[in-house]
Structure formats: structure tokens, C-alpha cells
């Protein structure tokens, strides 16, 4: 991938938090999920849904997740692809998408 120089160029390798069963047993390893920027109150975060819409779970408490809400809010596209995943644990890979 080429830099682009704007500091969105991550690549992490992260456990989702709060994943959600519902949601968790409808994806497999090797999907992509889509990442959002949500606003709650005072409160930013992003969160990773299924193709379906679902919340699988939210991006929280990782080296870079300052970064990553900030590229989201400067809309960056990104993708959580989904390396291991059980009803209560998902590992995503997070990386830039190109546009």
C-alpha cells in the first residue's frame, strides 16, 4: 500500500470489546466488517458491524485508537477484517480501505 501522508496508513491487530452473540455467530473468519465512527453525548467511538448491520462489537483501549477516530472523523475508510471469531471473542485487523 502507498503512504498517503495524512497518518491514517494503520494496520492493527486488535480483540473487539463487547461483542455481541447475536451478532458474532453470523461471521466467520476472513469477512470484513464495516467500521463507524458513533457519538454518544461527550463520547466518540467506532464500533464494527456485520454485513447485515449488526454490531458485532466496538474498537476501545488499543495503542493507535486516537488515531483511528481521528481518520474516521476525517472519513477515512477502514476495515476490520475478522482473523479468529467466536459467539464471544473477535479478532479484526484493522487497516485503511483504498477509495
Given at each position: 500500500?502507498?503512504?498517503?501522508?495524512?497518518?491514517?496508513?494503520?494496520?492493527?491487530?486488535?480483540?473487539?470489546?463487547?461483542v455481541?452473540?447475536?451478532?458474532?455467530?453470523?461471521?466467520?473468519?476472513?469477512?470484513?466488517?464495516?467500521?463507524?465512527?458513533?457519538?454518544?453525548?461527550?463520547?466518540?467511538?467506532?464500533?464494527?458491524?456485520?454485513?447485515?448491520?449488526?454490531?458485532?462489537?466496538?474498537?476501545a483501549?488499543?495503542?493507535?485508537?486516537?488515531?483511528?477516530?481521528?481518520?474516521?472523523?476525517?472519513?477515512?475508510?477502514?476495515?476490520?477484517?475478522?482473523?479468529?471469531?467466536?459467539?464471544?471473542?473477535?479478532?479484526?485487523?484493522?487497516?485503511?480501505?483504498?477509495?
Open positions: 500500500m502507498q503512504q498517503s501522508g495524512d497518518g491514517c496508513d494503520l494496520h492493527l491487530t486488535v480483540d473487539l470489546i463487547g455481541r452473540r447475536e451478532a458474532a455467530d453470523r461471521v466467520r473468519a476472513g469477512d470484513d466488517l464495516r467500521i463507524e465512527l458513533v457519538h454518544e453525548g461527550a463520547a466518540v467511538g467506532a464500533i464494527c458491524r456485520n454485513g447485515e448491520g449488526a454490531v458485532v462489537g466496538a474498537l483501549a488499543f495503542p493507535g485508537l486516537t488515531r483511528l477516530l481521528d481518520c474516521l472523523a476525517r472519513e477515512v475508510p477502514f476495515v476490520a477484517h475478522v482473523e479468529e471469531v467466536s459467539s464471544t471473542r473477535c479478532v479484526v485487523t484493522v487497516s485503511r480501505t483504498d477509495p
